[in-house]
């Protein structure tokens, strides 16, 4: 099984400050995944991306960007944050396209902006 | 568009109780079916999928599904469910036609299960 690794598991951030949420897997699989899970919203697709520099819009865009430089990371990025970012936010990872394959989840980071 | 509907948000059963948790999916393409698990302060992890073949699906911990492409219904049962089984259940789809298909999830069914 893949191991995904979130940097944090707890984040507090002030509204409007720039934050970066960080991902990576141990094996070398293309295919990565930025969610957000919200109590009554399930899960929601941020960004995923398929390859190095290559992304993908979700179904929640709007408000955060990703970066994918090396094939082991792909980052979540909030420009200016706000309180309606509050959020548990999940990085998955997939060997094959799309849900091919079953995905593998990190253990989420809880972020609090105030 | 892909969507995922599951219509039971909270589910409150004794043990030895059977389990069944709705999941409706929208798609007009061969799709892919999952169910996962998220137990309490632990990541989600897969329980059972579905991509071809038998429509009956048997998982993990005695869980199984069921496909039933009429009615575009990807349904969760067990039997018998235990206090351990107390957690929260997510549907997802992905489609199979492209290289980007997303993988979207449904918004989960909370189930506390009481000895």
């Known amino acids: 099984d893949v191991k995904v690794t979130q940097s944090s598991r707890y984040l507090v951030k002030r509204t409007g400050e720039k934050v970066f949420l960080e991902c990576v897997q141990d094996m070398d699989h293309e295919n990565m995944f930025w969610y957000r899970q919200d109590p009554g919203l399930g899960l929601r697709l941020i960004y995923f991306s398929y390859d190095v520099k290559m992304k993908e819009k979700g179904d929640i865009p709007e408000g955060y960007s990703v970066s994918r430089e090396k094939k082991e990371r792909f980052s979540l990025i909030l420009e200016s944050a706000s309180t309606n970012q509050t959020s548990m936010y999940l990085c998955a990872v997939s060997p094959l396209p799309g849900g091919s394959t079953e995905a593998f989840f990190g253990q989420g980071t809880r972020l609090t902006v105030v | 568009a892909q969507s995922v509907s599951q219509h039971n948000h909270h589910v409150i059963l004794s043990e030895a109780a059977s389990l069944e948790l709705g999941c409706n999916y929208s798609?007009?393409?061969?799709?892919?079916l999952f169910w996962y698990v998220q137990y309490p302060g632990q990541h989600l992890q897969l329980l059972l999928k579905?991509?071809?073949?038998?429509?009956l699906v048997k998982g993990i911990k005695g869980f199984e599904a069921e496909f039933i492409k009429s009615k575009f219904s990807f349904n969760l049962r067990k039997p018998s469910v235990q206090w351990s089984d107390t957690a929260e259940y997510f549907c997802?789809?992905?489609?199979?036609?492209?290289?980007?298909?997303?993988?979207?999830f449904g918004t989960g069914t909370r189930l506390q299960v009481f000895p």
């Open positions: 997802a789809v992905s489609g199979v036609l492209y290289n980007t298909d997303k993988l979207i």
């Open positions: 579905y991509f071809s073949g038998d429509p």
């Open positions: 798609y007009g393409g061969t799709v892919n």
